[in-house]
Nanobody, 118 residues
Framework: QVQLVESGGGSVQPGESLRLSCAVTGITFSDYVMQWYRQTPGKERERVVYTSRIGSRIVYDDSVKGRFTFSRDNAKNTVYLQMTGLKPEDTGIYYC???????????WGQGTQVTVTT
């Protein structure tokens, strides 16, 4: 059974940090590149960081560049999103996604809520 399970969300104040995790089971982890998306109320889901299929280059959206760090632990089939300097506009549901290197297959987790408020 394929599962992507996010954790680590919560409610923090501006400037604080959170570390999101996404544990993946049921797929050959190396066959997929991983991405993080977020969805805020009234807006479409946006991709905040992704790994390119070729070269595994990590690409950050300008809104999070310099504040968020993506990492991947292949031994644990887990990816992380370290978020620092959080801002109220970072509030939303964060989803991890696995995109096949070889097809259009894309898998999603259930999301974890991040709230940044004073």
């Amino acid at each position: 059974q394929v599962q992507l399970v996010e954790s680590g969300g919560g409610s923090v104040q501006p400037g604080e940090s959170l570390r999101l995790s996404c544990a993946v089971t049921g797929i050959t982890f190396s066959d997929y590149v991983m991405q993080w998306y977020r969805q805020t109320p009234g807006k479409e889901r946006e991709r905040v960081v992704y790994t390119s299929r070729i070269g595994s280059r990590i690409v950050y959206d300008d809104s999070v560049k310099g504040r968020f760090t993506f990492s991947r632990d292949n031994a644990k089939n887990t990816v992380y999103l370290q978020m620092t300097g959080l801002k109220p506009e970072d509030t939303g549901i964060y989803y991890c996604s696995a995109l096949s290197r070889y097809s259009s297959d894309q898998l999603w987790g259930q999301g974890t809520q991040v709230t940044v408020t004073t």
